[in-house]
C-alpha cells in the first residue's frame, strides 16, 4: 500500500483529492490547522488505520517539522507528497496592497510548500523513489491585473517544481505540477476575506471546473507507469481561454 500526505487536505481540492486517492487505495496522511475537519474526514475513512492527521499551519516551520517528525511507521514512508496548501488575500493594485496579504501569499503559497517538502524529500531521497506533485495555477503561467503578489507566489511554485525535477532527477523522483484555472472552492471566499455575496459571483454565468476535477486529474498522472512523469499540465474550464478571457452565459 502507497501512502500518499496532502496539504490542504480540510477543504476543495486537497480534501476531494484524499477521498480520490482512499478509494485508489492509497494510505493517508492529511494536513491542515481545522482539526475537526481532519478528524470528520478520518472518521470517513474508517478511523486511524489507514488515515493520520497532522494539524499545523504550513507557515510554521518548527510546527511542519515536528508533525511530520511524529509520524508513526507505516505513515513516515511518504510515497507521494501532493503539495496543495495554497491562498489567495485580495485583489488589489501594487500600489495599494496590504504587506500582510503579500507576506500571507508568499508564507503560504512559497516557504510553506518548501517546509513541507524539504521535511519529506530526504525519505525520498533514500529510497529512491517517490512522487511529488506541486498545485500551482494559471497565475503561475500568466500575470493579471491586480494579480501582482499572488501571480509571484504561484510564479515561484512553477520554478521551484522545475527546480525540484532537475535536482531529484538523479534519485528517480517523480516531480510535476498541475496548474489550474477557476475552480470552483473556498478559494475565492478567502480572497475577499468572508465576503461571500462577492466570492460567488466569481462563479456565475458559467461551469467553473470542481475539486473532484482536479482530484481525478491527480489520479491519472499518479497511476501512470514509473517511467512517465507528467511535468507539467495547464487546466481550464471549457469557458475559460486564460485569466482574463471568460466565456459565460451558458453552462
Known amino acids: 500500500m502507497k501512502t500518499a500526505l496532502i496539504t490542504g487536505a480540510t477543504s476543495g481540492i486537497g480534501k ?30 474508517g478511523g486511524g488505520e489507514n488515515c493520520a492527521i497532522l494539524t499545523f499551519d504550513v507557515r510554521d516551520k518548527k510546527a511542519v517539522e515536528d508533525a511530520i517528525a511524529s509520524l508513526p511507521v507505516p505513515f513516515s514512508d511518504i510515497d507521494l507528497l501532493v503539495n496543495n496548501a495554497g491562498n489567495a488575500h485580495g485583489l488589489d493594485p501594487i500600489n495599494t496592497g496590504s504587506l500582510e496579504d503579500w507576506d500571507a501569499m508568499m ?23 517517490g512522487h511529488i506533485i506541486n498545485i500551482g495555477s494559471i497565475a503561475g503561467k500568466e500575470v493579471y491585473p491586480n494579480g501582482n503578489v499572488y501571480c509571484a507566489s504561484k510564479h515561484a511554485v512553477d520554478a521551484i517544481t522545475k527546480g525540484m525535477r532537475i535536482d531529484l532527477n538523479a534519485y528517480g523522483i517523480r516531480v510535476g505540477g498541475i496548474h489550474p484555472g477557476l475552480v470552483e472552492t473556498e478559494f475565492s471566499e478567502v480572497r475577499f476575506k468572508g465576503d461571500v455575496e462577492r466570492a ?50 451558458e453552462n
Not at 18 to 42: M, N, S
Not at 115 to 122: D, L, M
Not at 200 to 218: H, R
Open 16 to 45: 476531494a483529492t484524499a477521498e480520490r486517492l482512499y478509494k485508489e487505495g492509497y494510505r493517508l496522511v492529511i494536513c491542515g490547522r481545522r482539526t475537526k475537519r481532519l478528524q470528520d474526514l478520518q472518521s470517513a475513512f
Open 107 to 129: 508564507d503560504i503559497n512559497v516557504k510553506g510548500l518548501l517546509y513541507v517538502s524539504k521535511a519529506i524529500i530526504p525519505s525520498m531521497v533514500e529510497k529512491k523513489a
Open 200 to 249: 460567488n459571483t466569481v462563479y456565475q454565468g458559467y461551469k467553473a471546473l470542481q475539486s473532484e476535477d482536479i482530484a481525478d486529474i491527480i489520479a491519472f498522472v499518479v497511476s501512470r507507469p514509473y517511467h512517465i512523469n507528467i511535468a507539467d499540465l495547464v487546466v481550464y474550464p471549457t469557458a475559460q481561454a486564460s485569466s482574463t478571457i471568460l466565456k459565460k452565459g
